[in-house]
């Protein structure tokens, strides 16, 4: 089942999101700092321009996901949604509960009027299968992103 996240949710999503971070790649940039996830997120769930999602095993929340509706840059009648996370626990994958997750971001920005949503495929996270299972879900590659760590 795909819910709506809440504040109990948040000590499994810490850990959660450790994992997904480490999974990721992105520990070449950044560093993760679980209060700073927790606090993202409980700011996410109390506000209108993201979504927290969670979806639950038989032992709880098993997976998440997050996304951030915001104006196109270049047409600030065009809001768009960006996944910023999608994770399920490795025990769980395989099953329902990734395009669930994946399907609750798209019907959430619908219903906050955006027209186009973006998910993400890192490098670290096997970015050819993601690209397949993205373009059988009728999305289009976009863009690459780089970035560079600028030690100051």
């Known amino acids: 089942m795909i819910r709506l996240a809440t504040i109990a949710d948040l000590p499994r999503m810490e850990r959660m999101g450790e994992r997904f971070f480490k999974a990721s790649g992105l520990v070449r940039w950044f560093t993760f700092k679980p209060r700073c996830f927790s606090q993202l997120c409980a700011d996410f769930m109390a506000g209108d321009a993201a979504v927290v999602l969670v979806g ?89 992103i780089f970035c560079k760590r600028l030690n100051i």
């Open 56 to 144: 639950d095993g038989p032992m709880g929340a098993v997976g998440m996901a997050a996304a951030l509706a915001y104006p196109c840059w270049f047409d600030g009648e065009h809001l768009t949604a960006q996944e910023l996370f999608w994770w399920v626990e490795p025990l769980h994958r395989g099953g329902s509960i990734g395009d669930q997750l994946r399907q609750g971001m798209e019907d959430w920005a619908r219903g906050k009027g955006c027209l186009t949503m973006e998910m993400g495929a890192l490098e670290a996270s096997r970015p050819e299968a993601l690209t397949y299972l993205y373009e059988r879900k009728g999305y289009g590659m976009k863009e690459h």
